[in-house]
T-cell receptor
C-alpha cells in the first residue's frame, strides 16, 4: 500500500519568512496530492492540491511542487502570517485506492 | 465552514456504555469516510462508504460499527470501548469514492474520551 512520509514534524518561522514542508510517497501510481490545514478544534481543511499532470500550482501565498520521478512533493508558504500557525498534512491517492493516505503532520508556528 | 457536520462535538463515555456518532454532509456527495485522529497516528482511515455500500474496513475492531443509511448520513456506533479509543473522530465526504482525484471534505470531528 501507499506510505507517505512528512518532514519536519515541527517548524517555527518568523512572520514574513517562508515555510517549506516536504513529503515523499511510495506508490508510483499515486496521482493526486492534496494539502490540508488543521487549526485547533477544527477538522482538516483543504488548502491546495495538485494532480500528477502538473509540476507546480500556486494560489496567492501558497504553492505546491511535485516531482513524480523522485516521488516527492512540497508545500511552500511565503510571507507567513501568525494565522498560518496550524498543523499541515500532506496526502496522496492513486487510481484504485478508495481514500487518501496522510502524512504524519507538521506543526507550523509563525512567531510575530 | 464546510458542508460536513458532526454531532456531538464532545463525548465522554464509560467502557460499558453504548453511544453513536453522527455525520451529515450537505454537498451532494456519494462517498463518506470515518477517520481516527490521535497523537500516535494522526489521520487513520477506518471505513469508507460509496453509494451507501461499505467499500473499505481498515481492520477496525468490531466495537466500532458503522452505518450508512443514505449518501448524506453516516453513523459510528460505539460499544464496550477501551481508554485507548479516546481520540478525535473525523468524518469526511467526497463526490465519489472511486475517483482517484476526488477531493475529501472534513467535518469538525467528535472529541471522544473513554473513561
Amino acid at each position: 500500500g501507499e506510505n507517505v512520509e512528512q518532514h519536519p514534524s515541527t517548524l517555527s518561522v518568523q512572520e514574513g519568512d517562508s515555510a517549506v514542508i516536504k513529503c515523499t510517497y511510495s506508490d508510483s501510481a499515486s496521482n493526486y496530492f492534496p494539502w490540508y490545514k488543521q487549526e485547533l478544534g477544527k477538522g482538516p481543511q483543504l488548502i491546495i492540491d495538485i494532480r500528477s499532470n502538473v509540476g507546480e500550482k500556486k494560489d496567492q501565498r501558497i504553492a505546491v511542487t511535485l516531482n513524480k520521478t523522485a516521488k516527492h512533493f512540497s508545500l511552500h508558504i511565503t510571507e507567513t502570517q501568525p494565522e498560518d500557525s496550524a498543523v499541515y498534512f500532506c496526502a496522496a491517492k492513486g487510481t484504485g485506492r478508495r481514500a487518501l493516505t496522510f502524512g504524519s503532520g507538521t506543526r507550523l508556528q509563525v512567531q510575530p | 465552514e464546510t458542508g460536513v457536520t458532526q454531532t456531538p462535538r464532545h463525548l465522554v463515555m464509560g467502557m460499558t456504555n453504548k453511544k453513536s456518532l453522527k455525520c451529515e454532509q450537505h454537498l451532494g456527495h456519494n462517498a463518506m469516510y470515518w477517520y481516527k485522529q490521535s497523537a500516535k497516528k494522526p489521520l487513520e482511515l477506518m471505513f469508507v462508504y460509496n453509494f451507501k455500500e461499505q467499500t473499505e474496513n481498515n481492520s477496525v475492531p468490531s466495537r466500532f460499527s458503522p452505518e450508512c443509511p443514505n449518501s448524506s448520513h453516516l453513523f459510528l456506533h460505539l460499544h464496550t470501548l477501551q481508554p485507548e479509543d479516546s481520540a478525535l473522530y473525523l468524518c469526511a465526504s467526497s463526490h465519489s469514492g472511486g475517483d482517484s482525484t476526488d477531493t475529501q471534505y472534513f467535518g469538525p470531528g467528535t472529541r471522544l474520551t473513554v473513561l
